[in-house]
């Protein structure tokens, strides 16, 4: 159910769905109040009216007959800059003369049906959603038009972006926007948000609001390994399965900030949008200007309930394309069994293993083309490598295809080395500052995607590879962040736009490509899961999580990252031991358990392990086959979470409740430990499940009584897996 309620007589708009309310009012001197966010209401009467209290030093309206109103203490939907709102501001906008102040007053409202699409932009669709447009006015700039877009919908979220447009004489310029402001009354909220690091992203952290600003941001061009565009405001009594939570996540892919202003008077704003240091934008007369969208999820069901609605939208109004709802395959990928040391004839027999273990599609990652014999150069270069591969891909292809292994491959089209073709005849084609020296990451620069031309080119090479062979899957990869941001050959007046220029252009190659090979599967990566972000998402349905394969590291990892990704997203592969990114050795059935929990592969030398492993493999891949719809299309809890003790585990449940599977996950071993009693969720309370080795269990009890893990297996890293099928017949 959604509905829009608007009340004409108190100038009231209350958005409503099954798990929320949503409750805005149109006060005095045209300023739009945040009334109420919350569990859904029956009716909103308009009680509550925000006290009217002379507080020294918030300014009052020039007209006012008294001191007990100000647009500085007042619960808010959006704030102008300087105009007596000293808290942190949605938006800003220069004009002619260099002035900054805005004041953006109520103007009029509209209803549509559905959820209208963001031209150029990631976004979420839906026809059974409903949304409101609120119009302001700037009461300068004649002309000058603010609207808040809110779309609710039924999956029980609603998502906000703003757009901006100029219809006076003026050339205006943005310096900042943002998509999303959100005041609440008071600010007892813990926030939990995820920073991390290369090989180390999505570290869950929770931390009281303390008086003052918390930010959360990127400034890389990238939504970046070391903060996801993502924060959580949770009460102190929240957890997993109770309490109330309010998810936030942006759907971009670039610089952003999330801030949390706690204020004088304990209340907080929150304002999300693109980073406003690496922004300003040119609004000529008669354009507009559209921010990317937040989508907002408020659950009273803890972490899982807000997961749960994340994953839903995700699943259902934002992924796209042939893979949206299909079965995603089960890969072998070349890196961590060759790196850049392969040759056609070692492809080849990687392949001939994988087509004997039942894998499904084989991926030859970097290192296929131009001169590449390490990572310093030929990017830019998207042409067969002749030393490596002298008879082409095709050859590999069909080997492949005789065994029923699809193929994939690797690309970084946002790259360049300094050592290529592409990088001597167009040095221009990269971002840099005319003069300055350009900066190195992994020895390369990054291509400037906000030009057309740019793009173009490298859409060419690729489209010539892409129609020429039979490629199943690509490889989308980003392995450095944007410095010197500056755009040859743009006027200095828009230099501010690059940033945001660049993920507008790298959105428009995404549709482009996508749209022009929609059989090919695309996985995005960007040194791992630097880019796992709702945007990219909306392009290619799963994400490489993480270059850190270790099964330990991976607990956290995955744990964290599915706080709002769907598992079917989450790329997860068994690599070696020991492991190449931390030298753990754990057993080849955990690194089954914790691979299996997302879209499954392998990334390791098939050709050198032994008999029994290649058994053992064997028996995984027929599991993860037979139970592949549940885990990547079934509904995911977090049990026990490995941020606050030395164990972890998560299930997957159908969705029509008759089956279950649960992974447990055991770090460190200890002699005489206590027992332990795993308690299910997301069951039928009435149903019977049966499970093989421990017998019969009603839903109730597993989920409130639980059944106990293995007492018998010892030893460090160890995990168990439990199958519960619902006993027809019985209740
Ligand atoms: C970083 C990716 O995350 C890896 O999986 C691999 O593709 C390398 N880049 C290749 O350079």
Redesign the pocket.
């Known amino acids: 159910m959604v509905e829009i309620l608007v009340n004409q007589q108190s100038n009231i708009f209350h958005l409503k769905n099954d798990t929320m309310s949503y409750v805005i009012k149109v006060e005095e001197q045209g300023l739009v109040s945040h009334q109420y966010v919350g569990s859904p209401l029956v009716s909103y009467e308009g009680g509550r009216n925000y006290p009217r209290v002379d507080r020294s030093f918030s300014p009052n309206f020039y007209a006012a007959e008294n001191r007990l109103y100000s647009r500085d203490t007042l619960p808010q939907e959006f704030s102008s800059y300087g105009s007596g709102d000293f808290r942190t501001t949605g938006v800003k906008v220069k004009q002619a003369n260099g002035s900054n102040v805005v004041d953006f007053r109520f103007d009029s409202y509209e209803l549509l049906d559905g959820k209208p699409p963001l031209e150029g932009l990631p976004h979420f669709y839906s026809d059974q959603a409903k949304t409101l447009i609120i119009k302001l006015k700037d009461r300068l700039i004649n002309g000058l038009t603010l609207c808040l877009l809110y779309s609710i919908f039924p999956e029980g979220a609603i998502v906000r972006s703003t757009k901006i447009l100029n219809n006076s004489q003026e050339c205006l310029t943005i310096e900042k926007i943002d998509s999303l402001q959100l005041d609440f009354v008071d600010a007892d909220y813990e926030l939990v948000s995820l920073p991390g690091a290369w090989a180390n992203e999505r570290q869950l952290k929770r931390e009281p609001l303390e008086s003052g600003i918390k930010m959360l941001r990127s400034e890389r061009g990238s939504s970046s390994h070391q903060q996801n565009p993502f924060g959580a405001l949770l009460r102190k009594e929240t957890n997993e399965f109770q309490g109330e939570v309010f998810g936030f996540s942006l759907v971009y892919s670039g610089s952003f900030q999330f801030t949390f202003e706690k204020e004088q008077y304990d209340q907080l704003r929150l304002n999300i949008g693109m980073n406003e240091q690496q922004f300003s934008w040119e609004l000529q007369p008669n354009a507009s200007f559209q921010t990317p969208e937040v989508i907002m999820v408020y659950s009273d069901q803890g972490l899982n309930g807000m997961s749960a609605v994340f994953h839903q939208m995700t699943k259902d109004c934002l992924l796209r394309g042939k893979y949206k709802k299909k079965e995603r395959p089960i890969l072998v990928?070349n890196?961590?069994a060759t790196?850049f040391d392969f040759d056609e004839g070692a492809i080849n027999q990687l392949i001939d293993e994988a087509g004997d273990l039942g894998i499904e599609l084989f991926v030859l990652?970097?290192?296929w083309f131009g001169k590449r014999e390490d990572?310093r150069t030929s990017l830019g270069d998207w042409e067969i490598n002749e030393q490596k591969l002298p008879n082409g891909l095709t050859k590999m292809i069909a080997h492949g295809a005789e065994r029923k292994v699809a193929f994939g491959l690797?690309f970084?089209p946002e790259m360049v080395s300094e050592d290529s073709h592409l990088f001597r005849n167009h040095p221009e084609w990269v971002l840099q500052v005319p003069g300055r020296e350009k900066s190195r990451s992994?020895d390369q620069f990054v291509l400037d995607f906000s030009r057309k031309d740019v793009r173009e080119h490298i859409y060419q090479k690729m489209q010539v590879i892409l129609s020429q062979n039979e490629i199943s899957y690509v490889?989308w990869?980003m392995?450095r962040h944007l410095s010197e941001v500056y755009s040859v050959g743009r006027l200095s007046a828009n230099q501010g736009e690059t940033h945001h220029r660049y993920v507008l252009g790298l959105y428009d190659f995404l549709e482009k490509l996508t749209t022009e090979f929609p059989k090919v599967l695309f996985e995005s990566?960007?040194?791992?899961?630097?880019r796992f972000d709702l945007g990219m998402l909306y392009y290619m349905p799963q994400t490489?999580t993480?270059?850190n394969t270790d099964a330990v590291a991976r607990l956290k990892i995955q744990y964290a990252t599915s706080l709002l990704y769907p598992t079917v997203t989450m790329g997860a592969h068994i690599s070696d031991v020991p492991n190449h990114q931390t030298q753990r050795i754990t057993s080849l059935e955990m690194r089954g358990h914790v691979a299996m929990s997302g879209t499954f592969g392998y990334?390791l030398d098939l050709t050198a392990i032994s008999k029994e492993e290649k058994q053992e493999i064997s028996q995984q891949i027929t599991f993860y086959k037979q139970h592949r719809q549940l885990i990547q299309y079934g509904q995911f809890y977090r049990l026990l979470s490995p941020f606050e003790g030395n164990d972890c585990a998560w299930m997957f449940v159908s969705p029509d409740q008759s089956q279950c599977l649960v992974f447990y996950y055991n770090v460190l071993e200890r002699a005489s430990a206590p027992f332990r009693i795993l308690k299910l969720a997301g069951l039928s309370e009435s149903a019977v499940y049966t499970n093989q080795e421990l017998g019969s269990f009603s839903g109730s009890e597993l989920m409130c009584s639980g059944f106990y893990t293995s007492v018998i297996k010892k030893g460090d890293f160890r995990s168990e897996c439990y199958y519960f099928e619902r006993s027809e017949g019985k209740r």
């Open positions: 990928n890196w961590e790196y990652d970097d290192g990572d690797w970084e992994r490889k990869d392995n990566c960007s040194g791992g899961g630097g490489w993480s270059d990334e």
